[in-house]
């Protein structure tokens, strides 16, 4: 073994936080790169998870191990009784602790809130019942992903300036969060975010975030399913066109619209999982839709943009979830 080797299995000993390390705290948090000298009263006032563990009754001096939830007092540290907290990361832990010790650590309305916070937040704030703060993460991100189609299309630039990143580089790490703190109501929006990938995007994504494999079928089902939807209405198109000529035609030409009217190059209209694309306005344009009247463009613009807002209220069945009505009401308990 050389040196370096002997050095990667050298054992880090996790050490205090320059912050949370308060004097008169009178217990130890433990994870494995930070320790944390906190107090029970300030933990319990704010979660349950953590009122029930200092509520175990101490035997011989150390209480017991474990209570569930992957936290337990097992040693002391400096005469304190010490909570290991296990598989949670420190600095994780640390954006938890400092906003709910510092007022202004943590603002809901702040869109400048880095993801790795929000992500850290929504996780651990749900492991230990942490309830103010779990509702106020789950409400900042459901303003970046709105439940109605007009509200997410008005808001969905991949290129977008959020949480300290790109709007596109958000919506994996957010669904495997919302994933691990089963926040129903953003579920349908994050997997239709993650379902405009390729293929080959989608596996690198969840094998970088290590995600659990049952949701990503969910994924990869839900977005082709999405695909079809899209693909059969655009298929559907001349049909619609011939159809619609025959009611509200109003072509001045010896031939209507049902004889003359075509589409060209809606190919690349097909195969997303992109509901911005199925834009009514653009597919009735001069660009996919020759030679016919305006009436005929008007009724395929109104035809694609009613089929649209159909997938949209599909959409959470799609991933196996329950309807919009269910989840808006889910959110707006939070509120
Ligand atoms: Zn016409």
């Known amino acids: 073994m050389d040196v370096d080797e002997a050095h990667q299995e050298e054992e880090i000993v996790p050490h205090p936080h320059e912050i949370l390390w308060y004097p008169d705290g009178d217990v130890v948090l433990a994870t494995d790169t930070l320790l944390f000298k906190v107090h029970k009263l300030i933990l319990s006032l704010q979660s349950s998870v953590f009122r029930d563990m200092f509520a175990f009754p101490a035997v011989d001096g150390v209480q017991d191990a474990s209570n569930g939830n992957g936290a337990g007092v097992q040693e002391t540290y400096e005469g304190l009784p010490m909570v290991v907290l296990i598989g949670d990361k420190g600095k994780e832990v640390a954006h938890l602790l400092r906003t709910v010790y510092e007022r202004s650590y943590y603002y809901r309305d702040d869109d400048g809130t880095p993801l790795e916070k929000i992500t850290a937040l929504l996780v651990l704030s749900t492991k230990y019942d942490f309830r103010r703060i779990?509702?106020?993460?789950?409400?900042?991100?459901?303003?970046?992903?709105?439940?109605?189609?007009?509200?997410?299309?008005?808001?969905?630039?991949?290129?977008?300036?959020?949480?300290?990143?790109?709007?596109?580089?958000c919506?994996?790490?957010?669904?495997?969060?919302?994933?691990?703190?089963?926040?129903?109501?953003?579920?349908?929006?994050?997997?239709?975010a993650c379902s405009d990938y390729l293929m080959q995007g989608v596996l690198q994504n969840s094998r970088r975030l290590s995600m659990d494999p049952q949701s990503i079928i969910?994924?990869?089902s839900g977005r082709d399913a999405l695909k079809d939807r899209i693909n059969s209405i655009v298929k559907g198109l001349p049909d619609e066109v011939r159809e619609s000529a025959a009611q509200s035609c109003s072509s001045p030409t010896p031939k209507p619209c049902r004889k003359v009217a075509y589409f060209t190059g809606l190919d690349a209209t097909c195969n997303t999982s992109d509901l911005g694309e199925l834009n009514g306005k653009s597919i009735a344009s001069a660009a996919f839709l020759k030679r016919a009247c305006e009436n005929c463009a008007t009724?395929?613009?109104?035809?694609?943009?009613?089929?649209?807002e159909e997938i949209w209220n599909e959409l959470p069945s799609l991933f196996g979830l329950r309807c919009w009505k269910d989840l808006k009401e889910e959110l707006a308990k939070l509120s």
């Open 134 to 169: 779990r509702s106020d993460v789950i409400l900042q991100i459901s303003r970046k992903y709105p439940i109605s189609l007009k509200g997410y299309l008005g808001i969905d630039d991949d290129w977008a300036e959020m949480f300290g990143t790109r709007r596109m580089d």
């Open 171 to 192: 919506h994996y790490p957010l669904l495997n969060a919302v994933l691990k703190a089963d926040v129903e109501c953003l579920l349908p929006l994050l997997y239709y």
């Open 218 to 220: 969910v994924l990869i």
């Open 299 to 308: 009724h395929i613009a109104k035809f694609v943009d009613k089929k649209r």
